[in-house]
């Protein structure tokens, strides 16, 4: 079973970037959709981005698309998150989690999460 650990988060003011990563281990990682997520307290987890395990296919939720990136290394066992244009409504901790549909936005379609990695954007 595939082990995710999420990185790169931070503090950071609005308008500014963060790039988040999901390490994987296990040697099927590059056999797996994946996709992140993000919860802000007091709220359920939410869809941001995810991707094909071929890297070519994604989806993001509307609020940011144009800002988010999100992509892979399948050599390197790890998904990234660039975040850019932050603004104060993106502060959450963010999760990545595998999955056999990169189409798919509930959660319960993703499993593996990590510890997550906390995003603060300051206004």
């Known amino acids: 079973q595939v082990q995710l650990v999420e990185s790169g988060g931070g503090l950071v003011q609005a308008g500014g970037s963060l790039r988040l990563s999901c390490a994987a281990s296990g040697p099927t990682f590059s056999n797996y959709d994946m996709g992140w997520f993000r919860q802000a307290p007091g709220k359920d987890r939410e869809f941001v981005a995810s991707i094909s395990w071929s890297g070519y296919g994604t989806n993001y939720l509307d609020s940011v698309k144009g800002r988010f990136t999100i992509s892979r290394d399948n050599a390197k066992n790890t998904v990234y998150l660039q975040m850019n244009s932050l603004k104060p409504e993106d502060t959450a901790v963010y999760y990545c989690?595998?999955?056999?549909?990169?189409?798919?936005?509930?959660?319960?379609?993703?499993?593996?999460w990590g510890q997550g990695t906390q995003v603060t954007v300051s206004s």
């Open positions: 989690g595998v999955s056999n549909n990169f189409s798919a936005r509930r959660q319960q379609a993703y499993n593996g």
